[in-house]
T-cell receptor, first 116, second 111 residues
Framework: GAGVSQSPSNKVTEKGKDVELRCDPI?????LYWYRQRLGQGLEFLIY????????KSGLPSDRFSAERTGESVSTLTIQRTQQEDSAVYLC??????????????FGPGTRLLVL | GDSVTQMEGPVTLSEEAFLTINCTYT??????LFWYVQYPGEGLQLLLK?????DKGSNKGFEATYRKETTSFHLEKGSVQVSDSAVYFC??????????FGTGTRLKVLA
């Protein structure tokens, strides 16, 4: 069956521009996660969705970052006024049960963002 | 707080060599432990997991044993192949839904 998909796969933008990253989770998965992976670093948790609501936004680095999810399906991560330090791979993951950290997470291939 | 420490890479091995990638953790209680793998151009995927102390997770010839006394979950494989070249991440759940991931260890296997 289809896995988690993300688009675009690569994005190059100029500093100060807004970008929107999309994640399509596995159908029926209620939990959705966004992570950031900077070069040479581990995965950094950004936000978690339980259905369409986000009980934990504590990982978002600044108020330039926002995310939403609709229809308990697709999610978009928006970065406003991008900065060079936003350059990273943004990963999305989904799992079948919400609030269950022991569940396996299924990851998308990521969006590689480069801010010039 | 909870944390994962993973050996730095890259690790370069010849085909059929023995592999160990070290992972140690700090956690409240005894959470499940995971190894994820990221092949070139692909997303992370679960490689194996162990849900309690002394459990051994295994998959595709890889093994890792959950050792409570040393707070470790080292990944091992007796004979690596070129197709094992990837980045490997150790991870543990933290709280209700978060994961904490290690920094990843890149493995390159030469023919």
């Amino acid at each position: 069956g289809a896995g988690v998909s993300q688009s675009p796969s690569n994005k190059v933008t100029e500093k100060g521009k807004d970008v929107e990253l999309r994640c399509d989770p596995i159908s029926g998965h209620t939990a959705l996660y966004w992570y950031r992976q900077r070069l040479g670093q581990g995965l950094e948790f950004l936000i978690y969705f339980q259905g369409n609501s986000a009980p934990d936004k504590s990982g978002l680095p600044s108020d330039r970052f926002s995310a939403e999810r609709t229809g308990e399906s697709v999610s978009t991560l928006t970065i406003q006024r991008t900065q060079q330090e936003d350059s990273a791979v943004y990963l999305c993951a989904s799992s079948s049960r919400q609030g269950a950290s022991q569940e396996t997470q299924y990851f998308g291939p990521g969006t590689r963002l480069l801010v010039l | 707080g909870d944390s994962v420490t993973q050996m730095e890479g890259p690790v370069t091995l010849s085909e059929e060599a023995f592999l160990t990638i070290n992972c140690t953790y700090t956690a409240t209680g005894y959470p499940s432990l995971f190894w994820y793998v990221q092949y070139p151009g692909e997303g992370l995927q679960l490689l194996l997991k162990a849900t309690k102390a002394d459990d051994k997770g295994s998959n595709k010839g890889f093994e890792a044993t959950y050792r409570k006394e040393t707070t470790s979950f080292h990944l091992e494989k007796g004979s690596v192949q070129v197709s094992d070249s990837a980045v490997y991440f150790c991870a543990l759940p933290s709280g209700t839904y978060k994961y904490i991931f290690g920094t990843g260890t890149r493995l390159k296997v030469l023919a």
